[in-house]
């Protein structure tokens, strides 16, 4: 399985950014799927995730309202939608696949994609 996270970029407070990460080598919909984000400096900590058949998703608190994460299994791909963007939420984010235990830890995950790059100025 590998996972290709792609779509970040520099913008301003109040901006909007759409992550794509793109899913090869196994049977996307059977995985949920998440994004999880590391600032410099930081534990990487959970954003959301998706169910592997998109009908249940989960969100850390802080992104709640301003973030959807949203699947398309035709396409092999999970998306991360980002409005109203933060200077806090400036990371790399990446994506993974979720093998089993809680949504909340990096620990549940497996096959981390290299991350994409998301910057928010003030």
């Known amino acids: 399985v590998q996972l290709q996270a792609s779509g970040g970029g520099s913008v301003q407070a109040g901006g909007s950014l759409r992550l794509s990460c793109a899913f090869s080598g196994g049977a996307f919909s059977s995985y949920a799927l998440g994004w999880f984000r590391q600032a410099p400096g930081k534990k990487r900590e959970f954003v959301a995730t998706?169910?592997?058949?998109?009908?249940?998703?989960t969100y850390r608190d802080s992104v709640k309202g301003r973030f959807t994460i949203s699947r398309d299994n035709a396409k092999n791909t999970v998306y991360l939608q980002m409005n109203n963007l933060e200077p806090e939420d400036t990371a790399v984010y990446y994506c993974?696949?979720?093998?089993?235990?809680?949504?909340?830890?990096?620990?549940?995950?497996?096959?981390w994609g290299r991350g994409t790059q998301v910057t928010v100025s003030s």
């Open positions: 998706i169910s592997w058949g998109g009908g249940s998703t």
């Open positions: 993974a696949v979720h093998v089993a235990g809680s949504y909340y830890s990096s620990k549940s995950y497996r096959y």
